[in-house]
């Protein structure tokens, strides 16, 4: 407990700042993103975020079914967040957990404000994300890729979502939480962020913050946010642009 | 969905016209919560239990403690598990069937908030390392609709819990046996509050009621312990928050939060 980790001798953070992974406390993991990835998608996206491996595939606008869920208004968005049994220590069961369902609504309610739905009336846009390897901030990558896998469909959006975590630990407040740090550090908060619009889509928290570090770790995620958003740009324009614009 | 009627949409413009007046629909400040009344002991056979009414949404929360197994991972610690239920009876939209989306959010909201306060302390609920421990099950029954139920919920799941009584067990030839007449207060360290936040254009209102959460752009609901430190957090609604608005229901959570625990400390058994 020498190190404040909540029940672990993990050394989470070091005498020079350096953390469990080798990262200093404003360092994300290595990220990569590529967009379209799958054939029959209308939109997708493939993302490494540390450990994350997760793959996203867009649908729509297309008809809804079933029918009554169609809404004369506008069009709805619905996302399925999925991890595969394979994806973590112990294998998950493949119905989904009330974690996922939680999961998927907090990534559809980020994703909707930058969404121009009300273009689309009567229909629907489906986003499937499957997590086919978990790590810590699984919820933050699936966003991330969620969002360059609609703009790869060709969707109307207001801006990127871009997503990025960052929590507390050793009673420092650090960029881009891993599945270490989750588990043995004090907090843990995802922040989805429109960076153009410069607002906060998604945000939760899970563990005890004073009101200062609260203020200190959503500026520090947004922070990490923007670094995001400058690797989602570029997994866009290596599709689109890369050749010339001929792709 | 698409099917607002017509009396809903002149509502919503009129909740909207009252707040650019710096109003309310029902009269309240912007920052002031509806009324609370909690009654504990409700159900008797339960453990601990809570009926709690915040303006017209009500709540009955019990808690059952029993034996069980611990999670593989957490073998020193005993188990807490909230549920919610919003019985048919509460609303004419709400159907008997598995917990939706909504529902599983509540559950998991009122569940973390508890949970990530410490406000139970479950390494004092273990019987047998790595094999048995006891279970604290709180389930919500949400019996009138009107408007956030999350704080209702979680309201009602702290003022059980401060009010739950722990029989013994004893471990006999690997088994747990209840000592009767023996029982002991639940290990209280904290009393989390949550307070939920509702924007609406440019403004935040605490704890919104049926009509106003109706037309919410976003919702945030934070809970604090009772060292004034914020323990959890979620974000919900088809709209976000800027930074300067998070900070500012941060600051509302803590002082609005110090208020309600005052009424939950006087619950009979409360330590802190």
């Known amino acids: ?247 | 969905m698409g099917n607002v009627s017509l009396i809903d949409q002149l509502k919503g413009q009129k909740i909207h016209d009252l707040l650019e007046q710096g109003k309310r629909v029902d009269g309240r400040s912007f920052d002031e919560p509806r009324q609370l009344t909690i009654e504990t002991g409700v159900i008797p056979k339960a453990e601990g239990s809570a009926r709690v009414h915040l303006g017209d949404t009500e709540v009955v929360t019990g808690i059952k403690v029993q034996p069980d197994k611990p999670f593989p991972d957490l073998g020193d610690k005993g188990i807490f598990i909230c549920t919610a239920e919003i019985l048919p009876l509460a609303h004419p939209d709400a159907e008997p069937g598995p917990p939706g989306e909504d529902v599983i959010e509540l559950a998991r909201v009122v569940d973390r908030g508890i949970r990530e306060s410490g406000m139970v302390d479950l390494a004092q609920l273990v019987l047998e390392k790595d094999k048995t421990v006891l279970g604290i099950f709180a389930d919500s029954s949400i019996i009138d609709h009107a408007g956030n139920l999350f704080d209702a919920c979680s309201y009602a799941t702290t003022a059980a819990l401060l009010s739950t009584k722990i029989p013994k067990w004893e471990m006999q030839d690997d088994v747990p046996v209840k000592v009767e007449g023996q029982e002991s207060d639940a290990p209280i360290t904290t009393i989390p509050v949550s307070i939920t936040m509702g924007r609406i254009g440019e403004h935040i209102i605490v704890d919104p009621n049926a009509d106003e959460w109706s037309c919410l752009d976003a919702r945030i609901t934070i809970t604090t312990n009772s060292d004034g430190n914020i323990c959890a957090l979620q974000k919900g609604g088809k709209d976000g928050f800027t930074l300067e608005q998070l900070v500012k229901c941060g600051e509302t959570s803590v002082t609005v939060g110090a208020k309600i625990r005052e009424t939950l400390k006087e619950i009979k058994g409360a330590s802190q």
């Open chain 1, 1 to 247: 407990m020498i190190l404040g980790g909540r029940d672990t001798d993990l050394v989470l953070l070091d005498e020079n700042g350096i953390r469990c992974d080798g990262r200093k406390i404003d360092e994300t993991r290595k990220i990569m993103i590529k967009a379209g990835v799958l054939k029959n998608a209308d939109g997708s996206a493939y993302i490494e975020f540390g450990d994350n491996k997760i793959i996203v595939g867009v649908f729509g606008p297309r008809d809804v079914h079933p029918k009554h869920l169609a809404n004369t208004d506008t069009g709805i968005l619905r996302c399925r967040y999925h991890m595969s049994p394979f994806s973590v220590e112990e294998r998950k069961k493949p119905a989904p957990s009330r974690r996922e369902i939680e999961i998927s609504k907090v990534i559809k309610e980020a994703l909707k404000p930058a969404v121009m739905l009300e273009q689309f009336p009567r229909t629907v846009v489906d986003i499937f994300i499957e997590v086919l390897q978990a790590d810590g901030g699984s919820r933050c990558a699936a966003l991330a890729a969620a969002s360059v896998a609609l703009a790869d469909a060709g969707i109307p959006m207001r801006d990127m979502v871009s997503a990025c975590a960052a929590g507390k630990v050793v009673d420092t407040i650090v960029l881009d939480i891993n599945n270490e740090e989750d588990q043995a550090g004090q907090a843990d908060m995802p922040v989805g962020y429109m960076p153009n619009m410069e607002k906060i889509t998604l945000i939760q928290l899970d563990g005890v913050l004073t009101p200062e570090e609260y203020k200190k770790c959503v500026e520090t995620a947004i922070g990490g946010c923007k670094l995001v958003y400058e690797i989602q740009k570029k997994a866009l324009t290596d599709k689109y642009f890369s050749n010339g614009g001929n792709n």
